[in-house]
């Protein structure tokens, strides 16, 4: 993590990572003079803000550097029979950009991690008998290591899964059938929707006994708490495919610069 950061000066640190340091910094002002404010207030909030964000982006980052054991792995599944992974040229794009990289990547992260909270819980429930409240997933203000063991397992679980999808989004490597001629893109849509939508309405669930507005305010402070590191998460990603890129090509075993007239690929589906 530490050389992806160094890897760039300040002023590209905070270019390519304004929208989180901006959120970071509006939530150390108001916990600590203001009021209390994702679910601390303070003095003691400067250092728990701070403290909190470099946890979850330290969880986040570090997995990536198991990225290309994963790709090895996973090949294996796809390169096989009349099927294999290819790089479409024309797809590859492992830019920076606004909209993907500061809303609609840390939003499916987030939404990921709140679907898989909400499955965790509901397994806790069956197996322990008692019934889950939003009290289960609210901070209590005191360290709890079941809790921090169940986060960070969650956080990692999310960085892996997204990790790997999103290298081959931005490297436009795609699963392509030599029988059909048909190339589909690996969980572009059903990667970014579905947790989203079910991760929110999982959590909205548990706070089925609360106003509405109460429940808005609870879960709009989580997302503030999650949404810097998931920011910084989706940055670094991109850093590390710059310096990885043709490794993580050879552990997937891709077809290298493939066009969609090569192919004579008419067109291009989802799964």
Same mark, same amino acid.
């Given at each position: 993590?530490?050389?992806?950061?160094?890897?760039?000066?300040?002023? &590209?640190?905070?270019?390519?990572?304004?929208?989180?340091?901006?959120?970071?910094?509006?939530?150390?002002?108001?916990?600590?003079?203001?009021?209390?404010?994702?679910?601390?207030?303070?003095?003691?909030?400067?250092?728990?803000?701070?403290?909190?964000?470099? @946890?979850?982006?330290?969880? *986040?980052?570090?997995?990536?550097? *198991?990225?290309?054991?994963?790709?090895?792995?996973?090949?294996?599944?796809?390169?096989?029979?009349? @099927?294999?992974?290819?790089?479409?040229? &024309?797809?590859?794009?492992?830019?920076?950009?606004?909209?993907?990289?500061?809303?609609?990547?840390?939003?499916?992260?987030?939404?990921?991690?709140?679907?898989?909270?909400?499955?965790?819980?509901?397994?806790?429930? *069956?197996?322990?008998?008692?019934?889950?409240?939003?009290?289960?997933?609210?901070?209590?203000?005191?360290?709890?290591?079941?809790?921090?063991?169940?986060?960070?397992?969650?956080?990692?679980?999310?960085?892996?899964?997204?990790?790997?999808?999103?290298?081959?989004?931005? +490297?436009?490597?795609?699963?392509?059938?030599?029988?059909?001629?048909?190339? @589909?893109?690996?969980?572009?849509?059903?990667?970014?929707?579905?947790?989203?939508?079910?991760?929110?309405?999982?959590?909205?669930? +548990?706070?089925?006994?609360?106003?509405? +507005?109460?429940?808005?305010?609870?879960?709009?402070?989580?997302?503030?708490?999650?949404?810097?590191?998931?920011?910084?998460?989706?940055?670094?990603?991109?850093?590390?495919?710059?310096?990885? &890129?043709?490794?993580?090509?050879? @552990?997937?075993?891709?077809?290298?610069?493939?066009?969609?007239?090569?192919?004579?690929?008419?067109?291009?589906?989802?799964?």
């Amino acid at each position: 993590m530490a050389a992806l950061l160094w890897g760039k000066s300040s002023t &590209e640190n905070i270019r390519e990572m304004g929208p989180a340091l901006a959120i970071l910094l509006g939530t150390l002002i108001v916990s600590t003079f203001i009021t209390e404010f994702t679910f601390t207030f303070g003095l003691t909030a400067a250092w728990k803000t701070l403290f909190r964000f470099l @946890r979850l982006s330290i969880v *986040l980052t570090i997995p990536l550097m *198991l990225l290309p054991g994963i790709c090895a792995m996973v090949q294996g599944f796809f390169n096989r029979g009349n @099927r294999q992974l290819v790089r479409v040229r &024309e797809d590859r794009d492992t830019a920076i950009h606004p909209l993907k990289n500061w809303v609609l990547r840390p939003f499916q992260g987030i939404g990921l991690g709140l679907l898989l909270a909400t499955k965790l819980l509901t397994v806790l429930q *069956l197996y322990g008998g008692t019934a889950v409240t939003a009290e289960t997933l609210l901070p209590t203000g005191q360290f709890q290591m079941g809790r921090f063991l169940s986060a960070t397992a969650i956080s990692v679980v999310v960085s892996l899964l997204l990790s790997f999808l999103w290298t081959l989004d931005d +490297l436009g490597v795609r699963y392509y059938n030599r029988k059909t001629g048909e190339v @589909r893109m690996i969980g572009k849509y059903l990667g970014l929707l579905l947790p989203i939508v079910f991760g929110f309405y999982g959590i909205f669930s +548990l706070f089925d006994e609360y106003d509405r +507005l109460p429940a808005a305010l609870y879960i709009a402070q989580m997302v503030i708490v999650l949404y810097p590191p998931f920011v910084v998460f989706s940055v670094l990603h991109n850093r590390y495919l710059k310096s990885r &890129e043709d490794k993580l090509l050879e @552990r997937l075993k891709a077809a290298q610069d493939v066009t969609l007239a090569d192919r004579a690929v008419p067109a291009i589906s989802k799964i």
